[in-house]
């Protein structure tokens, strides 16, 4: 809905071998493995979890260990179901906040949203213009002022300076792009992702 061209690939690249959502819960239990206090947040879209079913979506999620889904197309008014499920499997529903969203809308949204809201900084895509930053704040302040959950802001943060700057009014600074893009830089490369994103949320989360 709002991924620009870097996300859109990565989704096309995922097409081309095969991903599917089993193998997203598949990866977060290994991970889980090795890591039992880090949490997991799945962002994406609702059709591959109508597919596998709702209920046994969300038992998956959590036998995998999924803290957060951040369903970008499903809209509170028609999350209810969803939600339900969400809360007796031990799994926070998050959703997204728009520069355009009305006062009365936030506070629709933050009465069914659990975890934290994020905060889309711009009205473009995903990777693309930086926001102005004053004005994300405010609307920060203004989204606060309806709900007690923590406030991420993402979209349009692409280095240590502007994620040093959201950090200065945002509970989370959320990066997708910049750290996408790497990796399909070195896709034929793939043995050099681990250490060469690590340094890059290394380096970011140093100017926080």
Same mark, same amino acid.
């Given at each position: ?23 997203? *819960? ?19 879209? *609702? ?26 197309? *499903? ?39 659990r975890g934290f809201i994020y905060y889309v900084s711009v009205k473009g895509v995903t990777g693309g213009e930086v926001p102005? #930053? ?18 991420? +802001?993402? #979209? ?12 200065? #009014?945002?509970?989370? +600074? ?17 043995e050099q992702i681990p250490d060469v994103i690590s340094g890059i949320i290394s380096n970011i989360h140093s100017s926080l």
């Open positions: 809905m709002a991924d620009g061209p870097t996300i859109q690939r990565s989704s096309e690249r995922a097409l081309k071998y095969g991903t599917s959502l089993r193998d997203v *819960l598949e990866i977060v239990a290994e991970f889980r493995s090795q890591d039992n206090t880090t949490p997991v947040v799945l962002m994406g879209y *609702l059709n591959p979890i109508e597919s596998m079913g709702y209920r046994y979506f969300v038992e998956s999620a959590e036998i995998a260990g999924v803290d957060g889904v951040l369903t970008v197309d *499903l809209p509170p008014e028609e999350g209810a179901e969803f939600e339900q499920l969400c809360e007796q499997h031990n799994i926070d529903p998050i959703y997204l906040i728009a520069p355009t969203t009305t006062e009365k809308r936030i506070e629709k949204i933050s009465r069914s949203a102005d #930053f004053s004005e994300v704040s405010k609307n920060v302040d203004m989204i606060r002022s309806k709900s007690p959950l923590p406030v991420g +802001v993402g #979209f349009g943060i692409k280095d240590a300076q502007s994620a040093a700057t959201v950090g200065e #009014f945002a509970d989370a +600074v959320v990066i997708g792009s910049v750290l996408v893009n790497k990796m399909e830089e070195l896709q034929d490369n793939p």
